[in-house]
Nanobody, 120 residues
Framework: QLRLVESGGGLVQPGGSLRLSCAAS????????IGWFRQAPGKEREGVQC????????TYADSVKGRFTISRDNAKNTVYLQMNSLKPEDTSVYYC?????????????WGQGTQVTVSS
């Protein structure tokens, strides 16, 4: 059964960068689109970006356009989220999830996520 584990979060100052990783085990990411989502305290979970099987990406959150980049390395069975010019409002728990296609429903359960805190 495919299992995704998020990592790479941490505390960063405004304007800084982080790269999140979404590593798969128990299966291959090749057959899936992978979405990054985030949930801030007291807010609903929202989609951030998604990458399809061929490497094309979709950005769901207008606030991250031009700052976040999603990529995938199928050889490493990993999807990345490069986050630049971070802002305090990016503070959230970030999750990745497989989808049959971007904008499609999430497959399986949420993982533990990785905390990103942007603060001076």
């Amino acid at each position: 059964q495919l299992r995704l584990v998020e990592s790479g979060g941490g505390l960063v100052q405004p304007g800084g960068s982080l790269r999140l990783s979404c590593a798969a085990s128990g299966g291959t990411l090749d057959y899936y689109a992978i979405g990054w989502f985030r949930q801030a305290p007291g807010k609903e979970r929202e989609g951030v970006q998604c990458i399809n099987r061929s490497g094309g990406s979709t950005t769901y959150a207008d606030s991250v356009k031009g700052r976040f980049t999603i990529s995938r390395d199928n050889a490493k069975n990993t999807v990345y989220l490069q986050m630049n010019s971070l802002k305090p409002e990016d503070t959230s728990v970030y999750y990745c999830a497989p989808q049959y296609y971007c904008s499609g429903p999430r497959i399986g359960s949420w993982g533990q996520g990785t905390q990103v805190t942007v603060s001076s």
